[in-house]
């Protein structure tokens, strides 16, 4: 719990503040939970699921110029792998929103997306071309949708992988 929330953060710093340049630091933290997890089948299809649908909401709302990256890219590698680091902490430190309330899911989601954004635009990983307020109401509705729909992404995957090691277990 511990060390994946201090990975994700250490993963989130390095990518704002060094982009491009922190790819090897973002692939190294990245595999140091495939070689610590006991659930590496679980935690790698979650990985694929998260990374690849916040990857392309991400997309998207960088086509139609919400934000943009100074590197002039559309999505920048290592926002992807900032998402795969993401995508990790569902079954780990942010296993707690499973508990909550979809509202509440929704409302940190907003609150907390929204921020993470604005720290990266103010520490300049990233640009607001509709400017400020439009771009946070934007990130708002974004994260109110999405963060729910990956707590019930991850919550799936887990349900599915425990029936299947259960049942594993049984048959030996």
Same mark, same amino acid.
């Given at each position: 719990?511990?060390?994946?929330?201090?990975?994700?953060q250490s993963?989130?710093?390095?990518?704002?503040?060094?982009?491009?340049?922190?790819?090897?630091?973002?692939?190294?933290?990245?595999?140091?939970?495939?070689?610590?997890?006991?659930?590496?089948?679980?935690?790698?299809?979650?990985? $694929?699921? %998260?990374?690849? *649908?916040g990857s392309? /909401?991400?997309?998207?709302? =960088? &086509?139609?110029?919400?934000?943009?990256?100074?590197?002039?890219?559309?999505?920048?590698?290592?926002?992807?792998?900032?998402?795969?680091?993401?995508?990790?902490?569902?079954?780990?430190?942010?296993?707690?929103?499973?508990?909550?309330? $979809?509202? %509440?899911?929704? *409302?940190?989601?907003? /609150?907390?997306?929204?921020? =993470? &954004?604005?720290?990266?635009?103010?520490?300049?990983?990233?640009?607001?071309?509709?400017?400020?307020?439009?771009?946070?109401?934007?990130?708002?509705?974004?994260?109110?949708?999405?963060?729910?729909?990956y707590v019930?992404?991850?919550?799936?995957?887990?349900?599915?992988?425990?029936?299947?090691?259960?049942?594993?277990?049984?048959?030996?």
């Amino acid at each position: 719990m511990v060390f994946n929330f201090l990975s994700f953060q250490s993963a989130w710093f390095v990518a704002v503040n060094m982009q491009q340049q922190g790819l090897l630091i973002l692939l190294v933290i990245l595999v140091s939970h495939f070689v610590l997890s006991q659930h590496r089948g679980r935690d790698f299809l979650t990985l $694929i699921s %998260i990374t690849l *649908i916040g990857s392309l /909401v991400d997309l998207s709302a =960088s &086509y139609i110029g919400l934000f943009s990256f100074k590197d002039g890219l559309i999505l920048p590698f290592w926002l992807i792998l900032l998402w795969a680091n993401f995508s990790l902490t569902f079954h780990y430190s942010m296993l707690w929103l499973k508990r909550v309330p $979809i509202m %509440i899911q929704a *409302i940190l989601g907003g /609150v907390f997306g929204c921020f =993470s &954004y604005f720290a990266a635009y103010k520490l300049g990983a990233v640009d607001y071309p509709f400017g400020e307020t439009l771009t946070i109401l934007g990130l708002i509705v974004i994260w109110s949708v999405s963060l729910p729909l990956y707590v019930v992404i991850a919550n799936q995957i887990k349900g599915k992988y425990d029936e299947q090691y259960s049942h594993a277990l049984c048959i030996k």
